[in-house]
């Protein structure tokens, strides 16, 4: 059924896509930047309103992507253009870690009060440029802290590209092949999902499997609790297919650190920020971390990230860690603007809008044999694509996420893969109810004619 034309939502102006213009630019890209950029299709930007991005040939797009859950005011939020701009007139730069600056620390002070983290004391902030840079300064602190040298993280999360990343990452192989040897003392555990545990036990309670393996096989035939200084968990995994834990085993987590005197890395880079309607994602399930790690949708677009801690953990002395363009005073100035409308109604929004998307979607795992799950908090919501295969049983449809992908393109949508067979929804906080429901009408439409 052809999707009917609103001024909220695509629109069609070259017979293909990506347009002449795209292509060019596409086929000069393709011989001057690195091949190790992973392009999903001929996007090219031109410049974008709200929830609507246009590209270099007029075409006009629902962005259900921003950026990866980075550009959450939606796009040229007039707040915070102002605030960019209006750091721009005094000036650009100046180095935090040498010198003082007062809209970093007015921010600093800020997200420190707003941050719910275990323990008494205030909390204090690191300031880097992107979330690798905040999960490698959670991993020095804890080491630094603790004294321990060893760290859990679980398969399928992704922490970044760095080499304290890549070493943690257990999402994609060609994130790691040809990049060793790696920086030593990791070790990986099970996340919980729609899927058996090593224990054989079944979802939902498979959360249980999970925390028994870290028990039973990590701590007694692998690494001593006792020599473990981090455990890190993405509250939502992204990369991994966006699939949202069991609120036992976040909670099972805590207990495991507590017992063990181990620190709780909560990685809030994708999931952080408003994304879920709450300022961390971790607010959802009740539990404190001891680190988090946030950046992307921090900052509307601006490079920016946050490591936060208790002052008791952040005790390295000066020099320990710093960096040269963290705090930026532009960025700063974008953070605030974003935080002030995260407060004024874009978490809610989140909130908001994501049930939207779910009462809607939610259906079609009953309704479209190729729908397998659909999962989310807030505006971060996974539709996991199967297929059956023999005696019933269900396979990760891979080939067919991508080709509802390349139509949801065609169609207006800027949509993104993640996992082996999932398609991520990540839109700005901005986005209203009509788009949501467009937006649900256009997917729909194409899952359906997919099969």
């Not at 994609?172 to 036990?201: E, L, T």
């Not at 309607?277 to 971390?289: A, H, R, S, T, V």
């Not at 005073?329 to 109604?345: I, R, Y």
Request: charged share 25%; with cysteine; glycine share 10%.
């Amino acid at each position: 059924m052809p999707i009917k034309e609103h001024d909220y939502g695509p629109k069609r102006v070259t017979k293909k896509i990506p347009g002449p213009k795209a292509q060019k630019i596409i086929k000069r890209d393709h011989k001057v930047m690195s091949p190790s950029n992973p392009h999903g299709y001929g996007f090219v930007m031109d410049r974008g309103e709200g929830c609507l991005v246009y590209d270099v040939d007029g075409n006009r797009y629902i962005d259900l992507a921003a950026g990866i859950a980075v550009s959450s005011t939606g796009y040229q939020h007039p707040k915070v253009t102002e605030a960019i701009k209006n750091q721009v007139d005094d000036y650009l730069h100046i180095c935090s870690a040498v010198f003082y600056n007062k809209i970093q620390t007015d921010y600093a002070e800020r997200l420190a009060k707003m941050t719910k983290i275990k323990g008494r004391g205030r909390n204090r902030v690191f300031f880097g440029n992107s979330g690798a840079e905040a999960w490698e300064a959670a991993l020095k602190l804890a080491r630094y802290h603790t004294g321990r040298k060893n760290f859990i993280a679980f398969y399928n999360c992704f922490h970044g590209r760095t080499f304290g990343s890549i070493v943690a990452n257990a999402s994609k192989i060609y994130q790691r092949k040809g990049f060793g040897p790696f920086m030593p003392g990791f070790f990986h555990a099970f996340y919980p999902r729609p899927f058996k545990c090593p224990s054989d036990a079944e979802y939902p309670t498979s959360f249980k499997g999970c925390l028994d393996y870290i028990n039973d096989i990590v701590f007694q035939k692998l690494v001593d609790p006792s020599e473990v200084a981090a455990i890190a968990l993405e509250p939502i995994q992204g990369e991994g297919g966006y699939v949202v834990p069991p609120k036992a085993f976040v909670q099972g987590l805590r207990e495991i650190c507590d017992k063990h005197g181990i620190l709780l890395i909560s990685d809030e880079v994708q999931a952080g920020m408003g994304r879920t309607g709450k300022l961390f994602c971790m607010e959802n399930y009740g539990i404190e971390p001891d680190i988090i790690c946030t950046a992307k949708g921090i900052a509307s677009g601006m490079p920016l990230s946050a490591m936060i801690a208790k002052e008791k953990i952040m005790s390295w002395p000066s020099g320990a860690h710093g960096t040269t363009f963290g705090g930026n005073p532009v960025s700063m100035a974008a953070a605030q603007a974003t935080l002030d409308l995260l407060e004024d109604g874009l978490m809610k929004n989140a909130d908001k809008i994501g049930k939207v998307f779910m009462k809607r979607m939610k259906p079609w795992i009953k309704k479209y044999k190729s729908v397998g799950d659909v999962r989310g908090i807030g505006l971060m919501i996974g539709i996991e694509i199967i297929q059956k295969g023999k005696k019933g049983v269900v396979l990760p449809d891979a080939k067919k996420r991508d080709a509802i992908i390349d139509k949801l393109f065609e169609a207006g949508l800027i949509v993104l893969p993640c996992g082996s067979n999932t398609i991520r929804l990540c839109p700005p906080l901005t986005i209203t109810k009509q788009q949501a429901e467009l937006a649900c009408d256009i997917i729909e439409s194409v899952i359906k004619n997919q099969g």
